[in-house]
C-alpha cells in the first residue's frame, strides 16, 4: 500500500437508493470492514446489518477493484421500551465490531445503546432428506406410522446464507453504549457508556465486570463523560478511553482490577488565544483509534483529527486541521446542534494515512509522510465506474475561483460521520446519509 499523498481515488460502487426522500430507519449509523476485508458491514438507524462481500472477481483482476455485493441482510435490534424509566430504546445500531475468523462461519457483534448481541453468519449449501420422525416440510410424524427406518442423505441446494443470534448481552449499562472494542486474545471484548466500561467474555452473557467508573456519588458534580473506547490492538491488557474534555486515557488492567487510576493521560494544552464559550464543546473527543501497529493513537474533536504517541502525553505529535473555515460559524453551528455531531476516524492498513468525515457529504484523507491532505466529495453525480475525484476547495471570503465552494453553500444536513478503510488496500468505505461509497485508488 502506497503513501496516500500520490493517491488519486476513483469512484467504484455506491450502494443504496439515490432518490431524495431518505427514510430515517434507512440512515447508515456504522461501517465495519473485517479482518481481511473481504466482507464489509453496515449497520442502520432501522435495526439491521447489512453484510457485503468482495466480488471474487474484482479481488482477482488485474488491476485489482473493489467490489462488493450484498452477502446477508439481517434484522440484529428490534426497538424496545424500558418500562421502570418509561424511556423508548432505539433499534439503531451504534457499532460493529468483527471477530477474527475461526472457522468456515463469520462472528461479528453489534450494539444499540442496550444490548450487545453476538451473530454467526453461515454458508449453507447442502440439506438433509429423509428424517424418520419428520416430513420433509417439518411435520412431526405419527409414530404409528414409521413402518422401516430411513438412512437421512445430503442433497446439494442452492447456497443460503445464514444470521443467527448465538449469544445476548444485556442488562448491564444504564447509560447509551457508545463503543464495544474485542481484545486482542479474541475472548473478551469490552463495551462502554458515558460513564462505565465493562468488560465480557465472549461466552459468558449473564455477568461482565466493571473496570472503569467515572460516575461521581453526587450526579450534580459531573464535569465529563466517556466518549470512546478501545483495547490495544497487541496488547491484551491495555485499553483507551476518551473524555468529553478532550482528553484520553491509557488503562492497564494488570494494574488493577478496576482502571479508575490511569496509567497515561493525553491532554494537549489548551491555546488560549483560541479560547471560547465553545471551546470545551468543540474540544470534547468524538472517537479515538489506535493504530494498527499499536504505537500511534488518532483522535477526532469537532474540528481537527489528532495523531498520539503512546509514549509521550503532553502533546499530539501531529495535528489535521479537518475544517478549520467553520471555526467562525460555531454559532450557527451550535444553533443548529451540528456543533454536537460525532464524527468518527480511521486509519489506513499500513498507518500511513487517516481518513474522517466532514460536512456537505465531504471527506478528509491525510498522508502522514507528505503531509498532503485530500478533500473529497460522496456525491451522486460521479457516480460512474473509474471516475476520478476531484479534490474540492472550500473558500472562506474574498473572490471565489470556478471550482471552489463557499463556506456559505455548504449542506450541513449532508454530513459523513462514519468511514472505513479496507486492511490491506486502498479501499475505503464512506457512508452519506442511506448511502455506501466505496473508493478506490487509481492503479
Request: glycine share 4%; proline share 4%.
Amino acid at each position: 500500500m502506497a503513501g496516500n499523498g500520490d493517491i488519486q481515488w476513483c469512484f467504484s460502487q455506491v450502494k443504496g437508493t439515490l432518490e431524495d426522500d431518505v427514510t430515517e430507519a434507512d440512515i447508515i449509523s456504522c461501517v465495519e470492514f473485517n479482518h481481511d476485508g473481504d466482507l464489509l458491514a453496515t449497520g442502520d438507524k432501522g435495526g439491521r446489518v447489512v453484510i457485503f462481500q468482495r466480488d471474487p472477481i474484482s479481488k482477482n483482476s488485474i488491476p485489482r477493484r473493489g467490489e462488493y455485493n450484498v452477502y446477508s441482510t439481517f434484522q440484529s435490534h428490534e426497538p424496545e421500551f424500558d418500562y421502570l424509566k418509561s424511556l423508548e430504546i432505539e433499534e439503531k445500531i451504534n457499532k460493529i465490531r468483527w471477530l477474527k475468523r475461526k472457522n468456515p462461519a463469520h462472528f461479528l457483534l453489534s450494539t444499540n445503546d442496550k444490548t450487545i448481541k453476538l451473530w454467526k453468519v453461515s454458508e449453507r449449501d447442502k440439506k438433509v432428506e429423509g428424517y424418520n420422525t419428520k416430513e420433509e416440510n417439518g411435520t412431526i410424524r405419527d409414530p404409528a406410522c414409521i413402518t422401516a427406518l430411513r438412512v437421512p442423505t445430503i442433497k446439494p441446494m442452492e447456497l443460503t446464507v445464514e444470521a443467527s443470534p448465538r449469544r445476548i448481552f444485556a442488562n448491564a449499562h444504564t447509560y447509551h453504549i457508545n463503543s464495544i472494542s474485542v481484545n486482542s486474545d479474541q475472548e473478551t471484548y469490552l463495551s462502554a457508556d458515558d460513564l462505565r466500561i465493562n468488560l465480557w467474555h465472549l461466552e459468558i452473557t449473564d455477568q461482565s465486570f466493571n473496570i472503569v467508573d467515572i460516575k461521581p456519588t453526587n450526579m450534580e458534580e459531573l464535569t465529563e463523560v466517556i466518549t470512546a473506547a478501545e483495547f490495544h490492538p497487541v496488547e491484551c491488557n491495555l485499553l483507551v478511553y476518551s473524555s468529553s474534555k478532550g482528553t484520553i486515557r491509557l488503562c492497564d488492567m494488570r494494574s488493577a482490577a478496576l482502571c479508575d487510576r490511569h496509567s497515561k493521560l493525553f491532554e494537549e494544552p489548551e491555546d488560549p488565544t483560541n479560547r471560547s464559550f465553545f471551546s470545551e464543546i468543540i474540544s470534547s473527543i468524538s472517537d479515538v483509534k489506535l493504530s494498527n501497529s499499536g504505537r500511534y493513537m488518532i483522535s477526532r474533536d469537532y474540528l481537527s483529527v489528532k495523531v498520539w504517541d503512546l509514549h509521550m502525553e503532553t502533546k499530539p505529535i501531529e495535528c489535521y486541521p479537518v475544517h478549520e473555515y467553520l471555526r467562525s460559524k460555531l454559532c450557527s453551528l451550535y444553533e443548529n446542534d451540528c456543533i454536537f455531531d460525532k464524527f468518527e476516524c480511521c486509519w489506513s492498513g499500513n498507518d500511513s494515512a487517516i481518513m474522517t468525515g466532514s460536512y456537505n457529504n465531504f471527506f478528509r484523507v491525510f498522508d502522514r509522510s507528505t503531509k498532503r491532505d485530500l478533500t473529497l466529495e460522496a456525491a451522486r453525480d460521479i457516480a460512474k465506474p473509474k471516475t476520478l475525484l476531484k479534490p474540492r476547495k472550500v473558500c472562506t471570503g474574498g473572490k471565489r475561483k470556478k471550482d471552489e465552494i463557499s463556506v456559505d453553500c455548504l449542506d450541513f444536513n449532508k454530513k459523513i460521520l462514519h468511514t472505513a478503510w479496507h486492511p490491506s488496500e486502498n479501499v475505503v468505505a464512506v457512508a452519506a446519509t442511506n448511502n455506501l461509497f466505496l473508493f478506490q485508488d487509481k492503479l
